[in-house]
């Protein structure tokens, strides 16, 4: 038997066929689209499930993993950010639904990588766990008693939008959220404004550890952000377990040191001892995530 998983990024879309024990068959990236908006974006989801439904006719069932909080109840995305033009308001499984003609499990993505670690990488088994992605933005999910929690609308887990990190602006218009310092713009435009070299954040990862100062300090602030929401997070959900994924996950070497410290030096006695790894399915982590959820629906 086999399922189908698909990844509608800001950049990249990606879709996986796995077999019952999420290993994978096959896998596609093409680009997603998502800047011309949420027709594309369907419309490229569309044309990967269809060419790898062709080419497995026996898949039994299909997951999306999504950017931006989807109602639980409705489907309906409440809120995106701008990287997602058109997405607010649409309700992803029913267009998806409509036009192949069978059901489609969709959930945010964040959840969806935390699923794929739980259940074939990085936290495979667990079921108190907190999964954090750090790119372009700062998404998180929940799992505990090995079930995903989305709160009233959809939006648990949002920790890049958790207020107590200084006044700078965040992407979302309010100020001093996660995201406004550990995120890989905010990363970049924190170093420029330092150094007044417009560089990305893998370029002042590089610099950083050669030993260049300012570029460190960037990233050991980024470290000791996340560790405080780490910090917080954990406290309230009294979880095991931690996973990292993302594009600024890359960079991890300059980041642990400064995020654990703080980890440890914040939590209670009972979470001590947080497993903090980074992620083990990469890129797809969010399709086999996809996938997996699919499986289980």
Not at 28 to 51: F, H, K, P, Q
Request: charged letters at 15%; a negative charge; hydrophobic letters at 45%.
């Amino acid at each position: 038997m086999s399922w189908l998983g698909v990844d509608i990024g800001g950049t990249k879309a990606q879709a996986v066929v796995v077999d019952d024990e999420l290993r994978v068959l096959t896998a596609r990236r093409v680009s997603s689209g998502a800047s011309s908006g949420a027709d594309r974006m369907i419309g490229t989801a569309l044309d990967l499930i269809g060419e790898l439904l062709a080419e497995f006719p026996g898949v039994l069932g299909v997951g999306v993993g999504a950017a931006g909080v989807i109602d639980p109840s409705s489907g309906i995305v409440t809120a995106a950010s701008g990287t997602f033009p058109q997405w607010q308001g649409k309700s992803p499984a029913k267009l998806l639904e409509n036009a192949l003609g069978r059901r489609v499990v969709v959930e945010n993505d964040v959840n969806a990588f935390l699923r794929g670690e739980v259940s074939a990488g990085a936290a495979l088994g667990a079921e108190h766990v907190i999964g954090i992605t750090v790119g372009t933005g700062i998404g998180g999910a929940l799992l505990s008693g090995g079930a995903l929690l989305h709160g009233a609308h959809g939006g648990a887990g949002e920790i890049g939008h958790t207020p107590g990190f200084g006044a700078e602006l965040c992407t979302c218009g309010a100020r001093g959220h996660l995201e406004s310092v550990a995120a890989g713009p905010s990363i970049a435009r924190r170093f420029a404004a330092r150094d007044g070299r417009a560089l990305g954040p893998a370029e002042i990862a590089e610099l950083a550890r050669h030993g260049h100062p300012t570029a460190r300090e960037v990233y050991a602030d980024a470290g000791a952000a996340l560790g405080q929401a780490i910090a917080t997070a954990a406290t309230l959900l009294d979880c095991r377990s931690v996973v990292i994924g993302g594009g600024v996950a890359a960079a991890w070497d300059l980041i642990e040191a400064p995020c654990r410290a703080v980890v440890d030096s914040s939590v209670l006695a009972s979470n001590r001892g947080l497993s903090i790894e980074t992620a083990r399915l990469g890129a797809l982590a969010v399709a086999v995530g996809a996938a997996a959820l699919a499986r289980s629906a």
